[in-house]
Each structure stands twice: as structure tokens, then as C-alpha cells.
């Protein structure tokens, strides 16, 4: 897949969060290119499967496309914590490094550095949440433990989103759990174990708690621990369609 592909599909996931729309002048101002030029990469991607395109109506991505531009923006965000954290690399550089290691970082790398970095969960420069990755873990403990052969676990089978995703009222699964053994065992002790269903009972503004209900008791989250339990994604949680 080429660099602009990966580049377009990385700036609709940040313009369709929420179930938003993206158009055709929001992407021109987003990646500095004419909107003659956007509209015919367009329509491209919308040939290849990769997004939902009509004139005048702007743009989503397909599921396809979502998958590569999650993949993608973790990749970009993982290596600004990176160039950042391990590099001391200014905030002012971190976002056009990562944009020009990203496309080159293989699966394997990615793994190694969000070990190293212990799972972060934001990046430096726009405190953006980092997607978990795509594989069928159900822990970053699970992960640490398998070592080599990533090839015999394979992909997550669903796309899954943060507790920190969803409105009030909607209903998830919890499918992982991301952080350290310290972080897992306070979790476990709360309940959210991968499996257990969640109902979101209130999100307080200005990233206030996240109140969900789980078992029939009801649990105010801060919002480091909803944006590191991970559900699978309801039909109208936001992403590809």
C-alpha cells in the first residue's frame, strides 16, 4: 500500500471520530492538498474498498479502511511516545518524525516499542488516546507472556473501542484490558473482566469520570481506566461502517 494511501485513511480517522463526516475541504486543510486532488484520491479509495464516498456528501471509511487507519494512527502515536519519551525528542518534532517512520515500522517493531514504553495509552503532543492493537489478546499481561509466533494468535476478530468511546445508554463487552499486572489486578478486582457487559450510565464533561454500570453495581471510572478497557465496538460507537 503507498504512503498517500496510508496518509489519507490515517487523516479520515481522526476527521470521523464520532460518527462524523469527513469533506473534501476538511482533508484538503488537514493534509495541505487542493481539493481537486483529494476529491480524485477519493474516489480511488472508494474503488479500492477503503471508504464510503459520495459527492457533496463527503466520506467515511469502509470497515477495510478503518482497520488499516486504526492501525495506522496507533503506529504514528506509539512513535511519538517513543521519540518523545525514550528519545527526549521536542513536542515541536515528534508529529513530522512519526509522520515519516510510520509507514516504514513493521508489526514487530510496533509490539516491541509498546512493551518497552509499558502499553502508554496517550500521546505527547495532542494527548490523543493510542488505539490498542489488533491482536487477539485479551491483556497487554497475555501479550508480554506469549513471546514469538504472533502468527498462531492472529487478529482480534472484532473491532473494539474505549470505554471512554461510547455515549450514555449504549451497551459493550468487554474484549481487553490494557496496562501493566498492577493496573490488570485493580481492574479484575472491579469486575471488568474480559466477557462482562457494561452499560455506560453517564460521562461527565470535560473528561470527567465514566460512569458504567457492570454486574448490577455501579462504578465511576477516571478516565485513564475507561480509555484502557477496550469493548467491542457497538453499531453506533463511531469508525467504519
Excluded at 518497552?116 to 490523543?128: H, I
Excluded at 491483556?139 to 470505554?163: A, F, Y
Excluded at 490494557?178 to 455506560?200: Q, S
Aim: contains cysteine; proline residues 4%; charged residues 25%.
Amino acid at each position: 500500500m503507498s504512503t498517500s494511501t496510508e496518509e489519507y485513511l490515517e487523516a479520515l480517522y481522526t476527521l470521523t471520530q464520532d460518527n462524523k463526516t469527513a469533506t473534501t475541504s476538511g482533508i484538503s486543510k488537514r493534509l495541505n492538498i487542493t481539493p481537486a486532488s483529494v476529491t480524485e484520491m477519493l474516489r480511488r479509495l472508494a474503488d479500492a474498498g477503503y471508504v464510503n464516498y459520495s459527492r457533496y456528501q463527503g466520506v467515511t471509511l469502509t470497515a477495510q479502511g478503518y482497520e488499516i487507519a486504526e492501525k495506522m494512527t496507533r503506529k504514528h502515536r506509539l512513535l511519538e511516545r517513543f521519540l518523545h519519551d525514550v528519545l527526549k525528542i521536542g513536542n515541536d518534532r515528534v508529529h513530522k518524525e512519526a509522520c515519516e517512520m510510520e509507514h516504514a515500522l513493521s508489526d514487530t517493531t510496533e509490539r516491541a516499542i509498546c512493551q518497552t514504553l509499558k502499553s502508554p495509552y496517550k500521546c505527547p503532543d495532542d494527548n490523543k488516546v493510542i488505539p490498542a492493537c489488533n491482536l487477539g489478546f485479551s491483556s497487554c499481561e497475555e501479550c508480554k507472556q506469549w513471546g514469538d509466533g504472533l502468527e498462531k494468535v492472529g487478529p482480534r476478530k472484532t473491532n473494539i473501542v474505549s470505554l471512554a468511546a461510547l455515549k450514555e445508554k449504549q451497551e459493550a463487552k468487554i474484549a481487553f484490558i490494557r496496562g501493566d499486572n498492577k493496573a490488570l489486578r485493580r481492574l479484575l478486582d472491579m469486575g471488568l473482566t474480559p466477557g462482562t457487559k457494561v452499560r455506560i450510565s453517564r460521562v461527565a464533561p470535560l473528561k470527567g469520570p465514566v460512569e458504567i454500570t457492570v454486574r448490577g453495581s455501579r462504578l465511576a471510572l477516571g478516565e485513564k481506566i475507561a480509555c484502557n478497557v477496550f469493548v467491542e465496538k457497538p453499531m453506533n460507537a463511531g469508525g467504519g461502517g
